[in-house]
T-cell receptor
Framework: AQSVTQLDSHVSVSEGTPVLLRCNYS??????LFWYVQHPNKGLQLLLKYTSAATLVKGINGFEAEFKKSETSFHLTKPSAHMSDAAEYFC????????????FGSGTRLSIRP | GAVVSQHPSWVICKSGTSVKIECRSL??????MFWYRQFPKQSLMLMAT?????????EQGVEKDKFLINHASLTLSTLTVTSAHPEDSSFYIC?????????FGPGTRLTVL
């Protein structure tokens, strides 16, 4: 069975400081892992994805994530937060490298303080 | 990149009426589309998997007679909420898959009065 756990429901950081959004997964297979961002009343935008290539994945808007198999983690980071980063972030696991049914984490709301 | 659209973006209807939401893949063909429901401040919950030319596969607890899904072409899937009630008010999002990635529509906000 596959599952994904986002460890923080809400993260608040000051503008210009680092961002860390935590995600742990469970999968019987080599998973594909994704991070999506959702701004209020909008659809989801892909930030980055891991599909068994390089373990450090770089995405859009300065975000990156590192796949750590030993820790079953896929944490999302950004060196310096920007006000426009305030949004909801979802960690997603797909059990295969194909578009089969995917599993969403519960989401982490990121707030940015001026 | 692949673009998925939804129509309408928001709809308000009276209790007891039916509402149809369209999901289109604009620049690619999608044999499989997915329908999700999202309550405020919650994650997305998969409702059903829509397969072109065949019946949709519904997740446990989702009433197939209430949420009718039709995937008549490779670029269009529709979700019809029949006899809508206030508890059906939600944000509905569709997605379509290309290789190992899903592309999401912008969502439809349904409010049932």
């Amino acid at each position: 069975a596959q599952s994904v756990t986002q460890l923080d429901s809400h993260v608040s950081v000051s503008e210009g400081t680092p961002v860390l959004l935590r995600c742990n997964y469970s999968s019987s297979y080599s998973p594909s892992l994704f991070w999506y961002v959702q701004h209020p009343n909008k659809g989801l935008q892909l930030l980055l994805k891991y599909t068994s290539a390089a373990t450090l994945v770089k995405g859009i808007n300065g975000f990156e994530a590192e796949f750590k198999k030993s820790e079953t983690s896929f944490h999302l980071t950004k060196p310096s937060a920007h006000m426009s980063d305030a949004a909801e972030y979802f960690c997603v696991v797909s059990p295969y490298s194909s578009a089969s049914k995917i599993i969403f984490g519960s989401g982490t709301r990121l707030s940015i303080r001026p | 990149g692949a673009v998925v659209s939804q129509h309408p973006s928001w709809v308000i209807c009276k209790s007891g009426t039916s509402v149809k939401i369209e999901c289109r893949s604009l620049d690619f063909q999608a044999t499989t589309m997915f329908w999700y429901r999202q309550f405020p401040k919650q994650s997305l919950m998969l409702m059903a998997t829509s397969n072109e030319g065949s019946k949709a596969t519904y997740e446990q607890g989702v009433e197939k007679d209430k949420f009718l899904i039709n995937h008549a072409s490779l670029t269009l899937s529709t979700l019809t909420v029949t006899s809508a009630h206030p508890e059906d008010s939600s944000f509905y999002i569709c997605s379509a898959s290309v290789r190992d990635e899903q592309f999401f529509g912008p969502g439809t906000r349904l409010t049932v009065l």
